[in-house]
């Protein structure tokens, strides 16, 4: 299965703007993370938190993985990490176990075989709206979040799917909310 994990607030922005090296959720966008506060709890924002970190992988864009810090080469656990591109700089050797590749295709299935029987987990707008397009993606989990940041990245700028509500958790300050892509 091939779940995007995203933070979105309620008018659709996963970073405010600005969001650069040095200010990667932009302006105003750290509120979107608040949840992660309860991330070690017991309640539902805990029980999100572990189910990602027990994805056997994980596709990223290019931009998500940079501004990331590249994480250092270890997202968690040292699954393999799949970038997705548009180029590949062959001096440019990305850390640990990650990977760059510029075929969605072959990122989703590598990365699901190498997930074996575990998730697989995806950050990144540009990653969502490409294995989307390419019917890649299963499931869209999104942690919503009760704040309008006006302005921003968004998560789904031009994207169309029919999706299936299939679960719920609500928490301090975020409505965590899978979809199953029909």
Same mark, same amino acid.
């Given at each position: *299965?091939?779940?995007?994990y995203m933070t979105m607030s309620l008018d659709g922005f996963i970073a405010g703007p600005d969001d650069r090296p040095g200010q990667e959720l932009g302006e105003g966008?750290?509120?979107?993370?608040?949840?992660?506060?309860?991330? #070690?709890?017991?309640?539902?924002?805990?029980?999100?938190?572990?189910?990602?970190?027990?994805?056997?992988?994980?596709?990223?864009?290019?931009?998500?993985?940079?501004?990331?810090?590249?994480?250092?080469?270890? #997202?968690?656990?040292?699954?393999?990490? #799949?970038?997705?591109?548009?180029?590949?700089?062959? +001096?440019?050797?990305?850390?640990?176990? +990650?990977?760059?590749?510029?075929?969605?295709?072959?990122?989703?299935?590598?990365?699901?075989?190498?997930?074996?029987?575990?998730?697989? *987990?995806?950050?990144?707008?540009?990653?969502?709206?490409?294995?989307?397009?390419?019917?890649?993606?299963?499931?869209?989990?999104? #942690?919503?979040?009760?704040?309008?940041?006006?302005?921003?990245?968004?998560?789904?700028?031009?994207?169309?799917?029919?999706?299936?509500?299939?679960?719920?958790?609500?928490?301090?300050?975020?409505?965590?909310?899978?979809?199953?892509?029909?």
């Open positions: *299965m091939i779940r995007l966008g750290g509120r979107l993370f608040n949840w992660l506060d309860d991330r #070690h709890g017991d309640g539902p924002s805990g029980q999100v938190f572990r189910e990602a970190l027990a994805t056997g992988a994980l596709i990223s864009g290019r931009r998500t993985f940079e501004l990331a810090g590249r994480w250092g080469g270890d #997202h968690h656990d040292g699954v393999p990490i #799949h970038v997705l591109t548009r180029h590949v700089d062959p +001096a440019d050797t990305p850390p640990g176990s +990650a990977r760059f590749f510029t075929d969605v295709t072959a990122a989703a299935e590598e990365a699901r075989a190498a997930a074996g029987k575990r998730d697989v *987990m995806v950050h990144g707008a540009s990653a969502a709206r490409a294995l989307l397009d390419a019917r890649q993606l299963d499931e869209i989990e999104v #942690h919503l979040v009760p704040v309008l940041l006006g302005a921003g990245r968004r998560l789904f700028d031009g994207a169309k799917a029919e999706l299936e509500l299939v679960r719920r958790l609500e928490d301090r300050d975020v409505l965590h909310l899978r979809y199953r892509v029909r």
